[in-house]
């Protein structure tokens, strides 16, 4: 209706506090721009194999491919594999109801049941408790497409690729996660009105 929503990590983001600032002062500026401009290229590429992949594309695993990003993606595979009757790769999503926008990673079916499914890389293996958001990301995207389409995806799955480690796998349901997203809906509502 033109009405202009934040977008999810947008809205995420406001609840990091000042985080990121303590870590960019830690370690330095420059040091941050390159951290986080690798990190960034390296989700985009493993994005873009992940996505080939589950469109049977052929030829996407060529020579420009970097070793790291290969193994990677073999390690990946099976997990991969899980995926099945996907709806949706790369689409973007909005809640009237939520007043948040954003764009999933995938919409399919992981071991038979209707998922949203998010891709991330790391450089080391995740806790739990270090990526609730990621958590409350895939729950935000769950709600949007149910009120856009009225379909269910009540499973979240959220896959890592570890440098040089075994990829993880988060299978979750969204319903543990709506309490405390309502919540910070509302708080975000209270502290961004203009």
Known sequence: NGRHLPSVTTFLSHFKGDSIAKWRKKVGE????????????????????????ISNQEGFLDDKVMPDMKQAFHQFVPILDKVDNVHYLETMLYSETL?????????AEYDGLPSIIDFKTSLKPKREDWILSYFEQCTCYSLMYEEMTGVQCKQIVVMIAVDHEQPQVFVRNRRDYIP??????RQF??????
């Open 30 to 53: 420059e040091e941050a721009n390159k951290i986080s401009t690798r990190a960034s290229r390296r989700g985009t590429k493993f994005h873009s194999l992940m996505e080939s992949y």
């Open 99 to 107: 007043g948040l926008a954003g764009q999933v990673d995938c919409i």
């Open 180 to 185: 405390e997203l309502a919540r910070k809906i």
């Open 189 to 194: 509502r209270d502290e961004t009105i203009i």
